[in-house]
């Protein structure tokens, strides 16, 4: 439907038809929320707008500093500039940076899990919009998103990748371009739910590339890698030693979540 093309020729009578227009095209949106009231994306009770319920906004546990410079974890007390966590030291990652939006409790649980296993992807909004306002210093210097790739045969169980459902709302709020075919996972691997920190190396070690016809995309590329959460890091990790092999110029890690370790101090 458009507006007719007379109106133009007549202010007044533009201003008019774009005030009925404006009513009209809202219409669907208020005849929606009349049909579908707005639920928290966490525990589905009614809210007045987009996001979270007064109770589980004020479960959801927001990452901000101070926190680890290169890891991204958080510190309980502000150890002064530029001093890494205890992690960060003892086993640095290939990648250069990581950040996260939230800590991995209850409510970051449910909301990954729905977005993940439940064919909920109306969470990629808030949670997308979530990772951009923590990542803005990596975005900020990025060229590129990368979301960490499933295998074949798991993308077509899930029918979505989640990691790519959260990129592409960080590349419309960020407004970085995506590569989601940039790095490909070779070959499937366990799942790591429960698996310790060396298992979970093994089980990604050589599991991700990127292909030869996509190299000229990574080379020289400053790359943010998206995934939904950030456990031990191996995944991550494995992902950024593919993009690195293919000569990217850096390799930082956004996530939505993260678990944190809280008896992990500063050094």
Known sequence: MREPEQAASNPW??????????????????????????????CREPVTGEGLCAACWGQLSFIAP????????????????????????ADPPAYQRARAAVRYDDVAKTMVHGLKYHDRTDLAPAMGRWM????RELLDDADLLVPVPLHWRRGWSRRYNQSGALARIISHTAGV????????????????IGL??????????GAFAVPPEKKATVQGRRIVLIDDVLTSGATVDACARALLRARAASVDVLVFARVVDTFRGPI
């Open 13 to 42: 009578r533009a201003r008019l038809y774009g005030r009925a227009w404006n009513k009209l095209a809202a219409l669907p949106r208020r005849v929606l929320d009349i049909a579908l009231p707005l639920q928290c994306v966490s």
């Open 196 to 205: 310790s920190r060396s298992a979970r190396a093994g089980n990604v070690q």
């Open 132 to 135: 951009a306002r923590a990542g």
């Open 66 to 89: 101070p926190f680890c410079p290169r890891l991204g974890i958080p510190f309980v007390y502000d150890p002064g500039p530029g001093l890494l966590s205890m992690q960060a030291i």
């Open 177 to 192: 371009p995506i590569a989601g075919d940039a790095l490909r996972r070779m070959r499937p691997t366990q799942p790591q």
